[in-house]
């Protein structure tokens, strides 16, 4: 009753397009480790992380430490215009692990705003409004990083103030490539960028902004040595390579970054999400020589917050002692692993990802067209079993999947085991009482 009370209250006063999972939405009451609790009185084994941002899990007593001291100086916030300890050592921790020489960073409050930072120098440095981004692309929703946003469903209206050009991205399938083993399509990949720089554009870009597994797309990789290839294209155009690690950074993949997968070393790097454990903080690091090149003055008044900083310092703490990445690549294999052992239908596709980034996708197991409302009904039957996945993907059929980089090995078979009975109910479902019981993981 309260929940739907509350959904009554939220439609009446914000805005439509910002969309809410399940017929009967959820609020979260509390959580512990990688369990929330809903107010409907349920538990529910968590997958979805606050979309990646939830990296340690719930009630983690090293961020309650980071908070509880930081409050207790009662100042939570003093603007960029004061020294901030937490900031520089943040920015120092954060400089030493981009790999970018001698580095420079600038803290934001959220992906976009980092996005439209990496644009906002780009252009500047390279005196260029052409960027050139990847079709399926998801990079925010502030003006310019919706202009790269190569996903129409999310461009949420269509002015831009940048030109763009659209790269292939990772997924072979889009432009009917999937014949191509992985040296032809990447060869194809960097052959269409030569040609887009050659014709497409005017004679000077100012960036490409790629990121390295495409997470709103329905976690799609880019092919191995794809955004290699991509980089050295650009190298000869002195173009610059923005890596867009807001989903992909601090170990998600398996590697600290999700571009050291593919050995570039990006001009700009934005982060967000996972590093504030839910504190909203985002930002660039970048070259120098980009990073400074800005005339004006140029602050953002929650960037770099003292307390989000705090515990973002925490979170890498936690992130390091603990080699989350290592732990992440192990699990995202384990759920692989599980799920393509006991999950046989021709619907659905093997899980697609790296490491705790990951997506099942739904097809019509004849025409190949997108799944969407499968993907949705097993949405909705995982909810009732206990867990909670995202929904999404380029065409809307992927339950996109990535707890948060603490889940134990148990908490994977669990949701595999979930996961695996949510789609063999459907199916025996659609198919009536001739269907064939659904197989169990034990
Ligand atoms: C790759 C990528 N870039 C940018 C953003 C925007 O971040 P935010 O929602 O914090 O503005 C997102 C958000 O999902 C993202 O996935």
Redesign the pocket.
């Given at each position: 009753m309260e929940s739907s009370d509350l959904y009554d209250r939220h439609r009446a006063v914000l805005p439509p397009w910002v969309p809410l999972f399940y017929d009967d939405p959820l609020e979260i009451a509390s959580g512990t480790g990688r369990t929330l609790r809903g107010t409907d009185g349920k538990e529910y084994l968590d997958f979805y992380a606050g979309?990646a941002v939830n990296t340690l899990g719930y009630d983690v007593p090293e961020i309650r430490e980071a908070v509880e001291r930081k409050m207790r100086t009662g100042v939570v916030h003093s603007s960029t215009f004061y020294l901030i300890r937490e900031q520089v050592e943040l920015a120092e921790r954060i400089a030493a692990a981009s790999g970018i020489d001698d580095p420079v960073v600038f803290f934001t409050t959220?992906?976009?705003e980092a996005?439209e930072t990496a644009l906002l120098l780009a252009t500047h440095h390279r005196q260029s409004q052409q960027v050139i981004a990847l079709r399926y692309a998801?990079?925010?929703?502030s003006f310019g990083?919706l202009s790269v946003t190569g996903d129409r469903a999310w461009q949420a209206q269509g002015l831009s103030p940048l030109r763009v050009a659209y790269a292939r991205g990772g997924d072979k399938r889009n432009g009917g490539m999937n014949t191509l083993d992985d040296t032809a399509y990447v060869h194809a990949c960097a052959q269409d960028l030569r040609e887009i720089i050659a014709t497409g554009t005017p004679e000077r870009t100012a960036a490409m902004i790629v990121?390295p597994v495409q997470?709103?797309a329905g976690a799609v990789p880019l092919a191995p040595g794809q955004l290699r290839a991509y980089a050295d294209v650009l190298r000869q155009h002195e173009i610059l390579l923005i890596a867009?690690e807001?989903?992909t950074g601090w170990g998600r993949t398996g590697r600290y970054w999700g571009h050291q997968w593919h050995e570039v070393t990006p001009d700009l790097l934005v982060f967000?999400?996972g590093v504030g454990s839910g504190f909203p903080l985002?930002g660039v690091v970048g070259r120098r020589e980009v990073m400074t090149s800005l005339p004006g003055a140029s602050v953002s008044t929650f960037g770099g917050n003292p307390l989000a900083c705090a515990v973002a310092l925490a979170t890498l703490d936690y992130v390091d002692r603990y080699d989350l990445p290592a732990h992440a690549l192990a699990m995202g294999e384990l759920l692989r692993e599980t799920l393509d052992a006991h999950m046989k239908d021709p619907g659905v596709a093997p899980l697609r990802g790296t490491g705790l980034l990951m997506a099942l996708e739904f097809a019509d197991e004849l025409s190949g067209e997108p799944d969407v409302p499968r993907a949705v009904r097993v949405q909705e039957r995982c909810r009732r079993q206990g867990l909670l996945v995202g929904l999404g993907g380029a065409f809307k059929n992927c339950l996109r999947i990535m707890p948060p980089l603490t889940v134990t090995a148990p908490e994977v078979r669990q949701a595999a085991d979930i996961l695996a009975a949510a789609v063999a109910d459907d199916a025996a479902d659609r198919q009536g009482p001739l269907a064939p019981p659904a197989h169990s993981l034990d």
């Open positions: 979309v959220s992906g976009s996005v998801y990079h925010g929703r990083a990121e997470g709103v867009d807001v989903q967000a999400k985002g």
